[in-house]
């Protein structure tokens, strides 16, 4: 199969060493943790060990996610007008 990215959602009642095992299977299959925020991973792995690491304890759901080739745009922050500075 063929690197993918998927999302971890990690179940509400899951212990800190259940957390731990999961991370280390995702990278002990040759994965790589993209982000974690809460209780969800996204990580990027060969979709044939999807099923894997959602036997681990822990898992709530692991899901593939398919960006479509779309490019992430380019954010600008612009200023519609400066307030004056009190001297």
């Given at each position: 199969?063929?690197?993918?990215?998927?999302?971890?959602?990690?179940?509400?009642?899951?212990?800190?060493?259940?957390?731990?095992?999961?991370?280390?299977?995702?990278?002990g299959?040759?994965?790589?943790?993209?982000?974690?925020?809460?209780?969800?991973?996204?990580?990027?792995?060969?979709?044939?060990?999807?099923?894997?690491?959602?036997?681990?304890?822990?898992?709530a759901?692991?899901?593939?996610?398919?960006?479509?080739?779309?490019?992430?745009?380019?954010?600008?922050?612009?200023?519609?007008?400066?307030?004056?500075?009190d001297?």
């Amino acid at each position: 199969m063929s690197v993918e990215s998927h999302i971890i959602r990690i179940s509400d009642n899951a212990s800190q060493p259940q957390i731990q095992e999961i991370l280390k299977t995702v990278l002990g299959v040759g994965g790589r943790i993209e982000m974690v925020a809460g209780k969800i991973i996204i990580a990027s792995f060969d979709s044939a060990y999807a099923g894997v690491i959602k036997k681990k304890k822990g898992v709530a759901l692991v899901g593939g996610v398919n960006f479509r080739g779309r490019k992430i745009r380019k954010i600008i922050k612009r200023v519609s007008r400066e307030e004056p500075q009190d001297s």
